[in-house]
């Protein structure tokens, strides 16, 4: 049996932090039950040490010592290879070659003469594997261990029922009963991020009277380069904020704490605003709660984020909602213009819907149910993720099972 050893009120320090159990344990739990099911008999001492990384200090000196005041019991034991050192970064989708944690981490390894393949690095970022064999190849070092996954897809657990079909029933008689022809799709955005500001900015000047926009007070709205982003008045969108879609305290992150069936069944389309947008090209796909919170109600929806991130979805066993929405704009390397493009799209469908009887814009939602179901049952499978887990498990375990003789 492998027990949980988190170093909890142990270790804390610039870089790490064993407290967080909003991150950390959830990737940490995710292993361990792995490991139990695997009964991985020969895990010296069975123990994995967690702790998850510190945000928003970025980049990290190349020169970090991130194992400072850990306690020497600990260093001992991964100098020895009596355990393994958990670090996750799945609450965010930095590139960890950007961020320099990477570098940090071959520093700390270097510094205490630990095996890099002791390190266990979890992150939601799913081009993470890939950032990891480009830079031990780039710096001829041996790579750590590297899980990327869907952690947030654990976030929306509670909200799915065992049974899809008459869970689709129930949604869609509640749209019915709610749905108003006051929004025809929602838009959220808390945390001002360039990207996000950019689309709410958009929206309001294009689609304010079919849309159901949430925005805070603008902390990083800037330069836009695009002459057709400049046509639109700043001074009037910046009078109207913040814009409220339910809960007006945009300190607390209210879609990891409260009900959000509300919003999907208020409408018939949602914009997610994802985390990521593209200072990171290439090098970063992350889906957060926001994501999966959509499929979770049945609700078709557009990604705004990083170029390529819709599309990606297939890659992970989701299917793309072609019947509702074109997505061309997500081959576009411009985050500018891909938000110009989704914009464009979303104001013609909000004319095009308008037209429509109530009917037949709930009909228009609901259109492909094999869409929707499909992607409703992958989420409670979680295929991805659990095939994930179980390969670093099995990493694991023939890194520490004895050679046979």
Known sequence: MCENNPI????????????????????????IDAMNFKQLQYLPKKTIICASIRYPELPWSKKA????????????????????????????????ITAGWFDAFYNTCNLYKIDPKQIIFASSNLKDEINMEKYSRMNRVDPMHVISWNKFEMHTE????????KHLKYIIEKTDTDFT???????LSRVSRPHKTLMQFLLWHKCKPYARLSHDTIRNMH?????????FSYSEWENALPLIADYDDFSVNWACRTPFEHLHTESLFQIVNESGYGWEEGTSTFYSEKTFMAMSCFTPFIINGSQGINLHLKRVGYKLYEDWFNYEFDFEKDYEVRCLMISDQVEALCKKLSKMSRTQQIDWKFKNVEVLIHNYNTLKERKFSIEKINKLVDTLENQVTPSAT
């Open 8 to 31: 909890k009120d142990i270790f804390d320090n610039q870089y790490l932090s064993a407290n967080d159990n909003h991150s950390s344990d959830a990737t940490m739990y995710a292993l």
């Open 65 to 96: 010592d991130v194992f400072e005041g850990l306690s020497p019991d600990f260093i001992q034991d991964l100098q020895n290879k009596e355990c393994f050192f958990l670090i996750d970064a799945s609450q965010e989708g930095y590139c960890p």
């Open 158 to 165: 509670l909200n799915l029922q065992d049974n899809t079909h």
């Open 181 to 187: 022809d006051k929004y025809l799709f929602s838009s």
């Open 223 to 231: 330069e836009f380069k695009n002459t057709e982003i400049k046509k």
